[in-house]
């Protein structure tokens, strides 16, 4: 039961409905608090301490090239320009980009790019490293991984983070999130992680560093496992590339496991 959105709809959901609300949640979480006052009794987003804390765990060299796929308004951009020698920052939002550039003027070792994520116009092998933080569940995640996998050279890196498919039946917030992104047709995909974990040679990568976050919530408040539990919600996860990407592997559906599973009940 899976819909991937086209080019288009998800181009307009970007530009159009979801920047302001993305930039408030993340102003809020910055702000500090318990919970959040734009969504009542939702958790609060990650704050940007957690974004460079997570960028930091890839051990970024000095000369090398990173791709961030989904910048946003380039929150990460002032902290990879620091590390790296150069940043392809790319967004399928033209918004998001044109704020993204204003906001980094006096940065110069960026180059911004409006592009999709599992289609992007660079040479195979280009990157060093790949950061993918909070956009992996709104990507068509198949496509999205393989391209990384392509554009990655052999050792290189990549960070991403994203929703597990399988999570607590009693995780109330989770199951409210993922009916309301369904009412307001926003792309919002799960991963099965252990698919990914236990097919990883196929998929051209071994796992390098891992953070399992059982409830709604946790990921915000940097409450983690680094063993793989039975149920969780989200995930990061650092990949080594280690060969060529050849699986025809399915691990991403616009439904959960659990609300699947109620669905059912």
């Known amino acids: 039961m899976t819909n991937k959105l086209d080019k288009n709809d998800r181009r307009d959901f970007w530009n159009e409905d979801y920047f302001t609300y993305w930039k408030n949640r993340v102003d809020e979480a910055n702000k500090g608090g318990d919970e959040s006052e734009i969504v009542k009794g939702d958790v609060l987003t990650s704050k940007d301490i957690q974004l460079e804390d997570a960028i930091n765990h890839l051990i970024l060299k000095s000369k090398s090239t990173v ?3 989904g910048c ?64 992996f569940d709104a990507l068509n995640q198949e496509s999205a991984l393989r391209e990384c996998n392509r554009l990655l050279k052999k050792g290189g890196r990549l960070l ?24 307001k047709n926003q792309p919002n995909f799960f991963t099965d992680v252990k698919k990914i974990c236990s097919h990883q040679s196929e998929l051209g990568f071994s796992l390098l ?39 025809n592997l399915i691990f991403s559906n616009e439904y959960s496991k659990t609300s699947l599973h109620k669905e059912t009940q």
């Open 209 to 247: 560093s891992q953070k399992y976050f059982i409830f709604r919530g946790d990921f915000s408040k940097d409450i983690f496992t680094a063993e793989i539990p039975e149920k969780f919600y989200e995930f990061e996860i650092i990949l080594k590339k280690t060969n060529s990407f050849y699986s």
């Open 72 to 135: 946003g308004f380039g929150r990460s951009l002032p902290v990879l320009s620091k590390l790296c020698q150069e940043v392809y920052a790319t967004d399928i939002s033209q918004k998001m980009i044109d704020v993204a550039k204003e906001k980094n003027r006096s940065l110069d070792n960026i180059l911004y790019f409006v592009a999709e994520a599992e289609s992007l116009d660079f040479e195979s092998g280009t990157f060093d490293y790949i950061l993918c933080y909070g956009v």
């Open 67 to 69: 791709l961030e796929i």
């Open 160 to 183: 991403f983070t994203g929703k597990n498919s399988d999570y607590m039946h009693d995780d109330n917030l989770a199951i409210e999130a993922e009916i309301a992104a369904r009412r």
